[in-house]
Every structure is written in C-alpha cells, then in structure tokens.
C-alpha cells in the first residue's frame, strides 16, 4: 500500500482525468492523419499513434497506482511519529546544521530552493529513514556519498 497525502491524490486524479480528456484529440490527429496516404511513410500518423500509446500506458499506470494507494491523512499517527505529509526539523549529527524536510508520497517535480523545507519521497534512503521514526530519535542515511544520522527535533506539522 503507498500512501500519499490527499494533495497529490488530487494530483493524480487530474493527471488521469486530462489523459482520458485528449482521447478524443489524439483518435482525430490518428485519422486525419490516416487520410493522408500512405502509413509507411507518415510521420504525423507515427507520430499520433506513439502519443496514443505512451498516454493509454499511463492512463492504465495511474489507474492502478489510485486503486492502491490511501491516503495518509485518513491514517490515525501518533502527534510524534513522522509520516508522509509531516513536516520535520533535522539536526545534522555531523555538522549540527538544522533544516525543514517534507515528507511526500510522491515528489511534487517542483524543485524551489527558496522553499522553506526540503521535499524527500517516501521511497528514497532519507524518507524512508525517517518514515514511522519519533521525535528524539536519531536516524541513519545511506546516501551515496556515505552514511548520515540525523536527530528528529520536532514534527513542525504532520
């Protein structure tokens, strides 16, 4: 089961939604297309009939991916057990820097380094170091440059 936050379900669903909208755009773009002549050798036919493909792929990829997943604020968590949609304020052990970082089910693809936390995946080494984990406790990274322990010191909104 993966879990998200009720923003990105949203997310999800308008994806899917304007998937199923260009349907219809892109079976006219397939036939006019069509009425050009010969296949072989049509790039605007190829070209829609990809388009066509790659989108239905998706279409059946989100479909499955909101079939099972929940969402997290309808999940009963602890006031001090981090999960996805937490906001939380870590102390770097090795150089006693803190910073914000968000937990999210799935990244928003957004990257604003001017935002005031930091947005880790559920499914990378620091979200899930830091999935279920409380405050005091200290967590351990596997990052590709070496391992890193942080002290959870507060859940600033979760």
Do not use: C, W
């Not at 059946?60 to 981090?82: G, I």
């Not at 001017?114 to 005091?136: C, F, H, N, Q, W």
């Amino acid at each position: 089961m993966e879990f998200v936050t009720a923003e990105e379900k949203l997310s999800l669903e308008k994806k899917l939604d304007d998937l199923i909208k260009r349907r219809p755009i892109i079976i006219q773009r397939i036939a006019e297309a069509r009425a050009m002549g010969d296949l072989k050798e049509n790039a605007e036919y190829h070209a829609a009939r990809d388009e066509q493909g790659m989108d239905e792929a998706e279409v059946r990829r989100l479909k499955e991916r909101l079939e099972n997943l929940a969402v997290a604020d309808d999940v009963d968590v602890p006031d001090d057990m981090v999960f996805i949609g937490s906001i939380v304020k870590l102390r770097d052990l090795s150089d006693d820097s803190e910073d914000l970082y968000k937990l999210v089910g799935e990244s928003s693809g957004s990257f604003d380094f001017d935002a005031e936390e930091i947005e880790v995946t559920a499914s990378s080494p620091m979200g899930d170091s830091l999935m279920k984990a409380r405050v005091g406790e200290t967590v351990k990274v596997n990052l590709p440059r070496g391992e890193k322990r942080y002290e959870i010191l507060e859940i600033v909104r979760g």
